[in-house]
């Protein structure tokens, strides 16, 4: 598992990277699902990075589009495009804008960024496989205070009526979004207990710790007659040194703030690969 | 009555600063003054205003079909609602409700979408409206308002604060050229002209104003004498302006910053088809995606810069 660690902190450098040539960004909610994006592309899911369109991959819709720079390092990383394509993140003409754009970023399988529209699409995407009796697995990232919409459980509804069990989806549990704590803004409560009520197959797991999220994704395959839905109890911008702050959505930074992170992941990395 | 700058600059602070103050003094006045957002109220500057006013600044979340059906019953009971969140979720993501609980329902809300088209930036495609004012312009009833710059847009904010209906706003967050001097005032649904000239009519609004300007000036160095005109209320739209300009001068260039489909120039070439057929083009967003880029990139990119004013300008005089 250490070196999904790696993996893991290795998206969080090649994030940052991405949104220094840009001066900044969604660094909150990149940096707390940089776990199960590792999970994910380096152990869970199905693909061929020289093949993206491959029809008999899984597939992931990041429904929290805002939050592609993460997915586009995490795509990079896996080569489905060159490191160095991260530094056009939102330069003109670039294949990696702001939010995630099927039609321009190989790799990404659904365009997001109006929140609470990816779960819907990705439902579909479930229901699609089904009727194709196709056994491949749909996957899908929520912010927490994406659960806001409506739309979400609309799709939650339809999902375990039509008892879509190859759709598992994770709600990026950061307990923030844009203004402040969801909380105060718009109170979800139990966010597992409510998604087992809408009838998924619920679990809640330490979002950044690898080992127990693998296990969540096995046990949700395990589940024959539900979709599932996996809790991830994460930090807001987990694990990188400037955004330790109370408004750390959207942060601008420069070279110094970007130089002091990379040394901290640098140096955890370092950690982990002598324990590997 | 308005007064123009004597030259155009930047105003020296963004438009969300000039929202959020005037928001504040009118819910300083005025009791009834509620202000909802779909957690975008850091975004717009807004923060201060909820500290100051913890029971009329309501946080949704991320919820714009319902903040919109909020609003409508909340008008019901006597307050004032302004509602906020980017343009494509003030307009798209709420059509309906807007429809039925605004529109058909004879409720009162003013919705302000921030964003406008090419002020997006970086946001991109998901976030860039080139389409909020043509999808709002098919509902009956619903008054569209495109502010010029800040000046305007904080007087227009003081009017509707008092007026029944539905009103949509399309407002820059962002930094934007001055072009009305401090104190002037606007009437709604009356269009102004900037400059009076005979060759050719240049209707424009929002910060396509500012690039007209320049146009017009360009111009005038060639020996062309253009009117401009500013259309910032779309709906109801001043028909005998733009009739009588055109009488005058027989060409009408229209320059918006929205999908030249159902946007300023659709408006203006309905007038004119039914009144006074003159030659005519819309200038503007051809039809296509946002994406990211600066404004001038995208400027550029979608044929809107002020160079290509110039030169629309010229090839519709040649045509007449
Ligand atoms: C429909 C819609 N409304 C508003 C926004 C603007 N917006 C982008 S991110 C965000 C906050 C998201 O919070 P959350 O879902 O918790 O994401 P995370 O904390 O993981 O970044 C908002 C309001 C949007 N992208 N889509
Ligand atoms: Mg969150």
């Not at chain 1, 294949?95 to 779960?119: A, E, R, V």
């Not at chain 1, 990026?172 to 109170?187: A, M, P």
Request: proline share 3%.
């Amino acid at each position: 598992m250490d070196n999904l660690n790696v993996f893991s902190a290795d998206i969080r450098k090649h994030t940052l990277r991405a949104l220094l040539a840009f001066g900044g960004g969604h660094v909150g909610g990149c940096m707390s699902m940089t776990e199960v994006l590792a999970v994910l592309y380096g152990e869970v899911m199905k693909i061929d990075p020289t093949n993206p369109s491959w029809e008999d991959r899984d597939m992931l819709v990041v429904s929290k589009g805002h939050c592609g720079p993460a997915v586009y390092a995490t795509l990079a990383l896996k080569g489905y495009f060159p490191v160095e394509t991260l530094d056009t993140l939102n330069k003109e003409g670039t294949i990696l804008p702001s939010h995630c754009d099927k039609n321009l970023t190989p790799g990404i399988d659904m365009t997001t960024g109006s929140l609470g529209q990816g779960i819907s699409c990705a439902v579909g995407l479930a229901l699609g496989l089904s009727i194709k009796n196709k056994d491949n697995y749909v996957y899908c990232i929520l912010g927490d205070g994406e659960c806001d919409e409506g739309q979400v459980w609309e799709a939650a509804l339809f999902a375990s009526t039509k008892k879509l069990s190859n759709l598992i989806v994770f709600v990026d549990w950061n307990k923030k979004q844009l203004d402040g704590f969801t909380s105060d803004i718009c109170d979800l409560g139990d966010v597992e207990k409510k998604f087992e009520d809408f009838g998924f197959f619920a679990q809640t797991v330490d979002g950044h710790n690898v080992t127990e999220i693998i296990s969540a994704i096995d046990k949700a395959k395990n589940t024959t007659d539900k979709p599932s839905l996996i809790v991830l109890d994460t930090v807001k911008g987990k694990d990188c040194t400037f955004a330790n702050i109370p408004q750390n959505h959207l942060i601008r930074f420069g070279t110094a703030e970007y130089d002091d992170a990379i040394a901290f992941l640098d140096d955890k990395i370092s950690k982990l690969e002598s324990e590997l | 009555m308005f007064k123009l700058v004597k030259k155009i600059l930047p105003e020296p602070f963004e438009a969300k600063t000039a929202f959020s103050k005037t928001m504040d003094e009118m819910a300083s006045a005025d009791e009834n003054v509620i202000y909802l957002d779909c957690d975008l109220m850091a975004s717009i500057d807004m923060t201060e205003f909820a500290k100051k006013f913890p029971t009329r600044a309501i946080n949704c979340g991320i919820q714009e079909a319902n903040m919109i059906g909020v609003a409508c019953g909340a008008s019901l009971i006597g307050l004032k609602p302004f509602t906020h969140t980017f343009g494509p979720f003030a307009t798209r993501r709420v059509i309906d409700q807007i429809y039925i609980s605004g529109a058909y329902g004879k409720t009162n809300i003013k919705m302000i979408g921030s964003d406008a088209g090419v002020t997006a930036m970086y946001n991109g495609g998901t976030h860039m409206p080139v389409e909020d004012m043509g999808l709002l312009r098919t509902i009956p009833d619903v008054t569209l308002l495109e502010p010029t710059d800040s000046v305007m847009m904080c007087d227009l904010l003081r009017q509707i604060k008092d007026l029944d209906g539905v009103y949509y706003m399309r407002v820059t967050r962002k930094v934007t050229d001055q072009i009305f001097e401090e104190g002037s005032t606007f009437e709604i649904g009356k269009a102004l002209t900037l400059k009076e000239g005979s060759d050719i009519t240049i209707i424009t609004s929002g910060c396509c104003t500012s690039d007209v300007l320049h146009a017009h000036e360009e111009l005038a160095t060639q020996g062309i004498n253009a009117e401009v005109i500013n259309i910032f209320t779309w709906k109801p739209i001043d028909a005998e302006a733009i009739i009588n300009s055109a009488k005058k001068t027989n060409a009408v260039l229209i320059v918006e910053n929205h999908n030249i489909i159902n946007g300023l120039g659709s408006a203006v070439c309905e007038i004119l088809s039914e009144n006074i057929p003159v030659i005519s083009k819309r200038l503007g967003v051809p039809d296509r995606f946002g994406e990211v880029g600066s404004m001038e990139y995208l400027k550029e990119t979608f044929g809107m810069s002020i160079a290509d004013i110039v030169t629309a300008a010229k090839e519709l005089i040649n045509k007449k």
